[in-house]
Nanobody
Framework: EVQLQASGGGLVETGGSLTLSCAIS????????IGWFRQPPGEVREGVAC???????YYADSVKGRFTISRDNAKNTVYLQMNSLKPEDTAVYYC??????????????????WGPGTLVTVSS
C-alpha cells in the first residue's frame, strides 16, 4: 500500500521560510516522480514542483527561484524548501506520487497516489 504523509506546514510571516516534508512508504523513487501541489482557499489545485525518478526537478513559474524540491533516498522522503514566502503562497500543500511514464509532471490528474495536505499560511 502506497502512503504519503506531508508535514511541516504552519504560520509564517511574509518573507519567511518553511520546509515541508513528504514521508513515503510503498513507493520508491525508482517507481516514478513525486510532486508537490497546492490549493489556495477557494481556488483550484495547482502544481508547484516535481522531482523525477532520475532526480530532475521542475517548478511552476510562480515559485521558481524561491522553492526547492529535494529528496533523501535513505529516508524515502521528499522536501519542499520554501523561501521568500508571499501571502499568495497560502494554501493547503499536498505531495503525490506518479508512476513512471504516466502523464504530465505538473498536472494533478497524472498522479496516482496522494497524501493528506498540510496548511501553509503566510501572513502579510
Amino acid at each position: 500500500e502506497v502512503q504519503l504523509q506531508a508535514s511541516g506546514g504552519g504560520l509564517v510571516e511574509t518573507g519567511g521560510s518553511l520546509t515541508l516534508s513528504c514521508a513515503i512508504s510503498g513507493f520508491t523513487f525508482d517507481d516514478g516522480a513525486i510532486g508537490w501541489f497546492r490549493q489556495p482557499p477557494g481556488e483550484v489545485r495547482e502544481g508547484v514542483a516535481c522531482i523525477s525518478s532520475r532526480g530532475d526537478t521542475y517548478y511552476a513559474d510562480s515559485v521558481k527561484g524561491r522553492f526547492t524540491i529535494s529528496r533523501d533516498n535513505a529516508k524515502n522522503t521528499v522536501y519542499l524548501q520554501m523561501n521568500s514566502l508571499k501571502p499568495e503562497d497560502t494554501a493547503v500543500y499536498y505531495c503525490a506520487a506518479k508512476v513512471k511514464g504516466s502523464g504530465s509532471r505538473m498536472l494533478g490528474n497524472s498522479y496516482d497516489y496522494w497524501g493528506p495536505g498540510t496548511l501553509v499560511t503566510v501572513s502579510s
